[in-house]
């Protein structure tokens, strides 16, 4: 019955501010926004990320999610020292679980993003 997953929200109080945070600070690439509701998709590689206010939507007023999503990067590293000169603030500066390196940080509204590199099976 599923075939796919078409995006994954990010809940944001501030649509505008989480754009630009997405776009401009973390470079992806900004996609089509919901007619003149505060909701946005964001390409990033193979994952779109939908950026929405959900208290615009008939639901709660927006709290961060609880489990990060990793995003994909060539070099953990120099991506997070890319990111701190911007003013982001890492949870994790760096992580090495023996098959990857990893980042921890939070958007502007404290939703958890990961820095992610694979370097092993």
Not at 28 to 35: I, N, P, Q
Not at 61 to 89: H, M
Request: charged share 20%; net charge negative.
């Amino acid at each position: 019955m599923i075939t796919g997953v078409d995006f994954v929200c990010v809940p944001t109080r501030d649509h505008d501010r989480a754009v630009e945070f997405y776009v401009n600070t973390l470079g992806l690439e900004r996609g089509k926004r919901w007619g003149n509701m505060p909701a946005t998709e964001l390409q990033a590689g193979n994952l779109t990320l939908a950026v929405m206010d959900p208290s615009a939507f008939g639901q709660a007023e927006a709290r961060p999610n609880s489990a990060p999503i990793a995003l994909q990067v060539d070099d953990v590293e120099a991506a997070r020292d890319r990111l701190a000169a911007e003013g982001v603030t890492f949870l994790i500066e760096m992580m090495d679980s023996g098959v990857c390196h990893q980042a921890v940080f939070t958007d502007p509204d404290g939703n958890p993003l990961i820095l992610h590199h694979r370097y092993a099976p």
